[in-house]
């Protein structure tokens, strides 16, 4: 069975910092992997989809990367803001199978103005 | 443009009880999935459907049914509540599963108490 881990469960920095989380899966047959942002109480915004044949994606202060061979999901906040504040979830597709998404547990992030 | 929308947004059942919890999406999108997310578990798939009149089961398809027959909409039944069913239910949508199509759009969940 498909595991997605993502380290750490919690992160606490203060504005302005660039920070990263990271995501690793166990079965390097990936399709794609999405990372989400939850605000509390509230449901998922997607925020980058990276598809197997990419290194990278990126959306304004976000970059996602993907290393297949490591099974391993990077996404990179830079100059962080108290509005990043959430938590933010991977989510991996593998090539076999149909179940469409299977997602991490997340981290939540606390940036300190 | 609402995107997906649930209905109820809380609930409390007694155990035994029966309730419908229904997602509506106005984005014409062809897949539909309920996902249940409990502290330290995750987001866990329920059912998915692929299409109006077509269900899957998920990750966790026990003590739950769906329905869809209407494209924008997609119910999610608990027949007979239990209190291992006290979650938070968050119904998404996507245009498809490959070629770019695959982003899920959620809702903002409903909570679910059983007592």
């Known amino acids: 069975k498909q595991e997605v881990t993502q380290i750490p469960a919690a992160l606490s920095v203060p504005e302005g910092e660039n920070l990263v989380l990271n995501c690793s899966f166990t079965d390097s047959a990936i399709y794609n992997l999405q990372w989400f942002r939850q605000d509390p109480g509230k449901g998922l915004t997607s925020l980058l989809l990276i598809q197997s044949s990419q290194r990278e994606q990126t959306s304004g202060r976000l970059n996602a990367s993907l290393d297949k061979s490591s099974g391993r999901s990077t996404l990179y906040i830079a100059a962080s803001q108290p509005g990043d504040s959430a938590t933010y979830l991977c989510?991996?597709?593998?090539?076999?199978?149909?179940?469409?998404?299977?997602f991490g547990k997340g981290t939540r992030l606390s940036v300190i103005a | 443009n609402a995107g997906v929308t649930q209905t109820p947004k809380f609930r409390v059942l007694k155990t035994g009880q029966s309730m419908t919890l229904l997602c509506a999406q106005d984005?014409?999108?062809?897949?539909m999935y309920w996902y249940r997310q409990d502290p330290g578990m995750g987001l866990r798939l329920i059912h998915y459907s692929v299409g109006e009149g077509t269900t899957a089961k998920g990750e966790v398809p026990d003590g739950y049914n769906v329905s869809r027959l209407k494209k924008q909409n997609f119910l999610l039944g608990l027949e007979s509540a239990a209190p291992s069913q006290t979650s938070v239910y968050f119904c998404?949508?996507?245009?498809?599963?490959?070629?770019?199509?695959?982003?899920?759009?959620f809702g903002p969940g409903t909570r679910l108490l059983v007592l």
């Open positions: 989510a991996y597709r593998g090539v076999s199978g149909s179940t469409p998404l299977v």
């Open positions: 984005m014409n999108h062809e897949y």
């Open positions: 998404a949508s996507s245009r498809g599963l490959y070629g770019g199509q695959e982003t899920q759009y």
